[in-house]
């Protein structure tokens, strides 16, 4: 843990999650979870805004920079992703469903 200290001011941390942007690292309950390039920039997105409902439009707009082509699917599928390795480490559900509207983070304080 002592090589993450360098870096934990620019951190976004929640109780056993910690986010280090500068690393690209996602830390659940002290273990490392691996996600890829977009799955990260979406975790830190909802992350820095939490309890702010996004659509996935919006979702969309955050991490990717193509012209979309099934926002829907994409969004969905990434989120779906993230869920399954953040459940690796816990079974806190940090990223939220709110049905007819878009998801958001939650840090279960």
């Not at 999650?17 to 273990?31: A, C, F, M, T």
């Not at 702010?52 to 991490?63: D, G, I, N, P, T």
């Not at 869920?83 to 940090?94: A, G, H, I, N, P």
């Amino acid at each position: 843990m002592e090589e993450y200290r360098s870096d934990l001011r620019n951190a976004t941390t929640f109780p056993g999650l910690s986010i280090l942007p500068d690393q690209r690292r996602i830390l659940v309950e002290g273990k490392e979870i691996y996600l890829t390039h977009h799955e990260f920039d979406m975790m830190l997105f909802l992350a820095r805004h939490p309890g702010q409902v996004f659509s996935r439009e919006q979702l969309y707009e955050a991490v990717w920079d193509d012209i979309p082509v099934s926002v829907y699917a994409k969004v969905m599928c990434m989120i779906s992703s993230i869920r399954q390795k953040l459940k690796s480490c816990t079974d806190k559900e940090y990223i939220q469903t709110v049905w007819g509207v878009g998801n958001k983070f939650d840090p279960g304080t």
